[in-house]
Nanobody, 125 residues
Framework: QVELVESGGGSVQAGGSTRLSCAAS????????LGWFRQAPGKEREAVAG???????WYNEPVKGRFTISRDNAKNTLDLQMNNLKPEDTAMYYC???????????????????RGQGTQVTVSS
């Protein structure tokens, strides 16, 4: 089991930026990668981005070109830089372990092994 703790987020104006970090207690389990998903009130969970230990990254279409996922090896965190934020990005953001196949194909199956408690991002217009 990997303990994941998110930080960052908060309230941001549309067009602004914020950065989320996910502190992981250790590297992902074998056959898993790390990623972010989000959930807005009354909506289904939605993948945001994924990162695998071989450096591959992928992004869900709504955030492509605006968000960047990266690993800070010195801090042992998975970071999500969020730029040009839109009100529709408002959600609770979760860091999670995704099945490795999801990161290979760039599509989230909806399954997670572990996830953090989440951090809220609110974008006002």
């Amino acid at each position: 089991q990997v303990e994941l703790v998110e930080s960052g987020g908060g309230s941001v104006q549309a067009g602004g930026s914020t950065r989320l970090s996910c502190a992981a207690s250790r590297h992902p389990a074998s056959n898993y990668c790390l990623g972010w998903f989000r959930q807005a009130p009354g909506k289904e969970r939605e993948a945001v981005a994924g990162w695998s230990t071989d450096g591959r990254t992928w992004y869900n279409e709504p955030v492509k070109g605006r968000f960047t996922i990266s690993r800070d090896n010195a801090k042992n965190t998975l970071d999500l830089q969020m730029n040009n934020l839109k009100p529709e990005d408002t959600a609770m953001y979760y860091c999670a372990q995704f099945p490795i196949y999801d990161c290979y194909v760039g599509s989230w199956s909806g399954r997670t092994l572990d996830r953090g408690q989440g951090t809220q991002v609110t974008v006002s217009s």
